[in-house]
Each structure stands twice: as C-alpha cells, then as structure tokens.
C-alpha cells in the first residue's frame, strides 16, 4: 500500500504547479487570436467563407495542462485548427486544403502587419509574432470526418463514442498528399478533449464549486456557472503539468528522445483515481501508469481513446530510444516524487538534488510556499475575480460570421 504524503510535499507540490501556471494574459491572448483568426476565415471577401469555416483551439492550452516556458527566451505554443465544415474528401486533395488556408493565412498575416513570414511544417501553417509577444499559432488544416472514421471503428470493434468529431487531416509526407482519395491522416481533438474532462469531471465540478465559494468569502458573488473552465486546475491537470516540466528538465540536454506530451497526458488521465489531493493524484499516476501501456506483436502501444487505431507511441519501434528514454523517466520520477513525499521541511524539498527540477525552479517554489505559509488551496486561480466579461473556455461552439474587427 502506498504511504500516504506528508501535508508538507503536498503544499510544495501545490506550489510548484502555481509556479508553472500560465499566466491569466496568455489565456486571454490564446482566445482573442483564435478568435480573430476565426472572425477573418468568415469575412465577405475570404475566399473560404462559402466552405463554413470553423476554427477552435486544441492542445495543451485546450486541455489546461500548459506550464510555462522554462526560459524566457521559449514561445508558447498556441494550436489551432480550421475545419471547412462544407467540404469532403472526395472534393479536394490534402495539398489543394492546405493550399486554400495558405492564402487566408498570408492575408491575415498582411492585414496584421506580422512581419516575420508564414512557415509550413509537416500539417501546419506557422504564424511567428513579434519577439515581444512570445508565442506562435500553429493553424492546422483540417474537413470533417466523423462517418469514416466511424465506420472505421465499427468495423474493427472498437468504441465510436468519440467519432462524431472526428476530423481529416493534411500532411506533407503522407503518401496520398496530392491526390483526391479517402486515405486522409486522421485528427480528433475535440474528442480527446472530451474523454480527457470526462477522466477527471468529479474533481472538475468540485474544483469549480471551491473556486466559486473562494470568490464568495471575499465578498465577490460568483456561481458556479460565473467561474470560466481555463481557471479550474484538477490535481490531474497539476499532475500532467508537473510531470511535463520534470519531463523537460530531465532531457533538457537531450530533448529529442524526451517523451512526447501526449503520451504523459494519456497515460496520466487513464491513470488518475480521483485522488482530492495533488500529491497522492501524483503518486498514484506514476505508480499506475505503466498498467495503461499495452504490447502487441512484441510492439508497445498507447492506444488514441477516440481512436484506437492509432498508437500515439509508434515512432518508438523505429527509435528504440525514445522508449527507454520513456521507462527510464517514468522509473526516474516514481523513485524522485516517492522521496519527495516523504518529506517535511520545505527547504530541504527545494536543496535536494535528488529531483531533476531546476534550481531555479525549487527556490521560487520555495520562497512561494514561505511567503505564502502555504501554497494557496486553489492554486493561481483564486488570484482574480471570477466574474469576468471575457469567459475563456475554449468551448466547442463554432465562430459565427461576423465583421472581423480588433484583430489580435
């Protein structure tokens, strides 16, 4: 049986995800810009309005899992995708789809007066702002596809609960790249959203009530509803954020075989019990995670929940190193994080160097908790009014068409 943490590790570790909190403005930031992205896609003249774009936010920033850069010198990374609603496979090729957001997104770029020039990668348009701003939109290309992949998984057994949102792809090293065909890369971000809140919707609704009733014994009405989804921090979300920042400290010098985040996340949410507290969530995630990791054929696996098809760790056949890399962080935090609880005095948790956590990281953690006397209950989100006019959610409710104006 597991040893129960100290209530000190507990507040330290509470302090260390405040510590990696992004901040409110970043939040505010990420929103007004998919938005405005959205609002130009359905302007008069943009030469996709008739295909019913629809642009929304995805990742870590969709997910409330992104930590802040390690430096300051590191952008944050906002991803977005536009979806013609109107369109389907057989109308058009992935390149001739990427070709037609590449216009809209140049004569955004133009309109913005962004100097730095639009970059492609594999799936996305890049969109780099000023230096000032620290953050780049990557905009991925994208038209439905929840009847083929639905059939797909039907006809394999597998669970459809997730299919409805299911989107295709582009991507330049596909093989059918630059033909009209069905054989499209698959997306379903949405859905991963989904079944990742549905992983921790007890501790979500909770956290929201206690966020509520915070604001409410400082004298500021606020119901639950008044609380916007992207303050609420779940001892999961705390967990994966933690996890991802150890992650990066730990192949800060190696960073091409660290593990991907989508595989910490998945295997963390299928991990967490419902665990109240940050540090026995943490615990119990790292003792639990291995069991989620399956093999087949002599191959290991991290099943997609919304889509079973696809193994999230199949680059690690071809680069073996990247799946030692994975056991031996996943060995490393167990055996950091158990010592860790085990603790009592918060100096001696940020001098330890038994922890792969930057210095630099431990002493503002530390001068948090001292000056605080402990990190606080609900994390970084108790430090604003809940009642705000902007509700960043990220919710899943289309851009309608408006007159673009205010562009961020």
Same mark, same amino acid.
């Given at each position: 049986?597991?040893?129960?943490? $100290?209530?000190?590790?507990?507040?330290?570790?509470?302090?260390?995800?405040?510590?990696?909190?992004?901040?409110?403005?970043?939040?505010?930031?990420?929103?007004?810009?998919? @938005?405005?992205?959205?609002?130009?896609?359905?302007?008069?003249?943009?030469?996709?309005?008739?295909?019913?774009?629809?642009?929304?936010?995805?990742?870590?920033?969709?997910?409330? $899992?992104?930590?802040?850069?390690?430096?300051?010198?590191?952008?944050?990374?906002?991803?977005?995708?536009?979806?013609?609603?109107?369109?389907?496979?057989?109308?058009?090729?992935? @390149?001739?789809?990427?070709?037609?957001?590449?216009?809209?997104?140049?004569?955004?770029?133009?309109?913005?007066?962004?100097?730095?020039?639009?970059?492609?990668?594999?799936?996305?348009?890049?969109?780099?702002?000023?230096?000032?701003?620290?953050?780049?939109?990557?905009?991925?290309?994208?038209?439905?596809?929840?009847?083929?992949?639905?059939?797909?998984?039907?006809?394999?057994?597998?669970?459809?609960?997730?299919?409805?949102?299911?989107?295709?792809?582009?991507?330049?090293?596909?093989?059918?790249?630059?033909?009209?065909?069905?054989?499209?890369?698959?997306?379903?971000?949405?859905?991963?959203?989904?079944?990742?809140?549905?992983?921790?919707?007890?501790?979500?609704?909770?956290?929201?009530?206690?966020?509520?009733?915070?604001?409410?014994?400082?004298?500021?009405?606020?119901?639950?509803?008044?609380?916007?989804?992207?303050r609420v921090r779940t001892p999961l979300q705390q967990a994966v954020m933690i996890l991802k920042r150890h992650r990066d400290d730990m192949f800060e010098h190696n960073p091409d075989i660290k593990p991907i985040s989508i595989i910490i996340t998945t295997l963390a949410a299928h991990a967490y019990a419902g665990e109240s507290e940050l540090s026995e969530a943490l615990l119990g995630i790292l003792s639990r995670m291995g069991d989620y990791i399956s093999q087949v054929n002599g191959r290991?696996?991290?099943?997609?929940?919304?889509?079973?098809?696809?193994?999230?760790?199949?680059?690690?056949?071809?680069?073996?190193?990247?799946?030692?890399?994975?056991?031996?962080?996943?060995?490393?935090?167990?055996?950091?994080?158990?010592?860790?609880?085990?603790?009592?005095?918060?100096?001696?948790?940020?001098?330890?160097?038994? $922890?792969?956590? $930057?210095?630099?990281?431990?002493?503002?953690?530390?001068?948090?908790?001292?000056?605080?006397?402990?990190?606080?209950?609900?994390?970084?989100?108790?430090?604003?009014?809940?009642?705000?006019?902007?509700?960043?959610?990220?919710?899943?409710?289309?851009?309608?068409?408006?007159?673009? @104006?205010?562009?961020?």
């Amino acid at each position: 049986m597991m040893q129960k943490p $100290t209530d000190q590790s507990n507040k330290f570790l509470r302090a260390i995800a405040d510590e990696l909190e992004v901040p409110e403005e970043r939040y505010e930031q990420a929103e007004k810009s998919y @938005k405005s992205f959205g609002e130009w896609t359905h302007r008069a003249e943009s030469p996709v309005a008739n295909f019913d774009p629809e642009v929304y936010i995805q990742g870590s920033f969709r997910l409330g $899992t992104a930590i802040r850069p390690t430096n300051a010198a590191d952008e944050y990374d906002i991803d977005l995708v536009c979806v013609l609603t109107d369109l389907a496979k057989h109308d058009l090729s992935q @390149k001739r789809l990427k070709t037609m957001l590449q216009s809209e997104v140049q004569s955004y770029k133009v309109a913005k007066g962004i100097k730095k020039p639009v970059k492609e990668s594999r799936r996305c348009w890049t969109l780099e702002y000023a230096d000032g701003a620290q953050f780049h939109m990557d905009i991925l290309p994208a038209i439905p596809d929840a009847e083929s992949q639905r059939l797909i998984l039907e006809k394999r057994g597998f669970d459809t609960s997730f299919a409805g949102t299911a989107i295709a792809i582009t991507d330049i090293d596909h093989p059918s790249y630059q033909e009209i065909t069905d054989n499209w890369p698959r997306s379903n971000p949405k859905g991963y959203y989904e079944w990742f809140k549905s992983r921790m919707a007890e501790s979500f609704r909770n956290t929201r009530i206690k966020l509520a009733e915070a604001q409410s014994k400082r004298g500021i009405s606020a119901s639950v509803e008044d609380i916007p989804e992207y303050r609420v921090r779940t001892p999961l979300q705390q967990a994966v954020m933690i996890l991802k920042r150890h992650r990066d400290d730990m192949f800060e010098h190696n960073p091409d075989i660290k593990p991907i985040s989508i595989i910490i996340t998945t295997l963390a949410a299928h991990a967490y019990a419902g665990e109240s507290e940050l540090s026995e969530a943490l615990l119990g995630i790292l003792s639990r995670m291995g069991d989620y990791i399956s093999q087949v054929n002599g191959r290991f696996v991290v099943a997609n929940p919304t889509d079973t098809t696809e193994n999230f760790a199949d680059r690690w056949e071809e680069y073996p190193e990247r799946q030692v890399a994975f056991f031996k962080w996943l060995e490393q935090a167990r055996s950091e994080f158990t010592n860790l609880a085990e603790m009592t005095k918060f100096r001696t948790m940020a001098e330890s160097q038994t $922890t792969h956590f $930057t210095s630099d990281l431990r002493q503002r953690t530390l001068n948090r908790v001292e000056q605080l006397g402990v990190a606080s209950l609900l994390g970084a989100a108790t430090k604003a009014p809940a009642a705000t006019d902007n509700n960043y959610s990220f919710g899943n409710a289309p851009r309608e068409p408006k007159t673009p @104006k205010d562009f961020a």
